[in-house]
């Protein structure tokens, strides 16, 4: 099975600063098959990125996701209020698919 | 609107058995692979099994944590996929969601019911 770490565990920042969240996995994840998930406190997760680069739907252009083989970053490009969430990383790649331990992006 | 609606949660004692309904609307149920992903409390997102469409002979994939106690199965003529949970464990203990693969090979979740909570304890 392909573990994925998050990277940072917390990351403190500011409303209108650019956040960079990073995933890696512990083997290269095949054909790039990664996707990342937005979860609330109290709500179910929501899909923002899969196939590495491709935004869900309804998910707004300041997001965007990158990386390669065994490393892979999401982007927030100007953070607004309601994006301060947990973030995790999927990777799909393997047949037993997993996720990362999450990222708490929070107001500083 | 696409929907997904979870029932069926609540306490149970270990050894116990329990089943999970979700109930889906809003999309040709059918045409997809639904999954069950787990969230223990203040734990991150576990995937518990998956079943695919008809035509791949409705088969179905789990955890290890799982396999042999849990099994999932579905009605696409009601548009539920259902989670019937046996021999349950204290570690059970979680959130269950269930979820929409947006894929072919169901891989990848767009579509999230609310969850459901499920407590093992005695």
């Known amino acids: 099975e392909i573990v994925l770490t998050q990277s940072p565990g917390t990351l403190s920042l500011s409303p209108g600063e650019r956040a960079t969240l990073f995933c890696r996995a512990s083997q290269s994840v095949y054909t790039n098959y990664l996707a990342w998930y937005q979860q609330k406190p109290g709500q179910a997760p929501r899909l923002l990125i899969y196939?590495?680069?491709s935004r869900a739907t309804g998910i707004p252009d300041r997001f965007s996701g990158s990386g390669s083989g065994t490393d892979f970053t999401l982007t927030i490009s100007r953070l607004e209020p309601e994006d301060f969430a947990l973030y995790y990383c999927q990777q799909y790649g393997d047949t037993r698919w997993s996720f990362g331990q999450g990222t708490k992006l929070e107001i500083k | 609107e696409l929907q997904l609606v979870e029932s069926g949660g609540g306490l149970v004692q270990p050894g116990r058995s329990l089943r999970l309904s979700c109930t889906a609307s809003g999309f040709t149920f059918g045409d997809y692979v639904m999954s069950w992903v787990r969230q223990a409390p203040g734990k991150g997102l576990e995937l518990v099994a998956f079943i695919r469409i008809k035509a791949y002979g409705e088969t179905a994939e789990y955890a290890a944590s799982v396999k042999g106690r849990f099994t999932v199965s579905r009605d696409d003529s009601n548009s539920i996929a259902y989670l019937q949970m046996d021999s349950l464990k204290t570690e059970d203990t979680a959130v269950y969601y269930c979820?929409?693969?947006?894929?072919?090979?169901?891989?990848?979740?767009?579509?999230w019911g609310q969850g459901t909570m499920v407590t093992v304890s005695s």
């Open positions: 196939g590495i680069f």
């Open positions: 979820t929409r693969g947006l894929r072919i090979s169901g891989d990848v979740f767009d579509i």
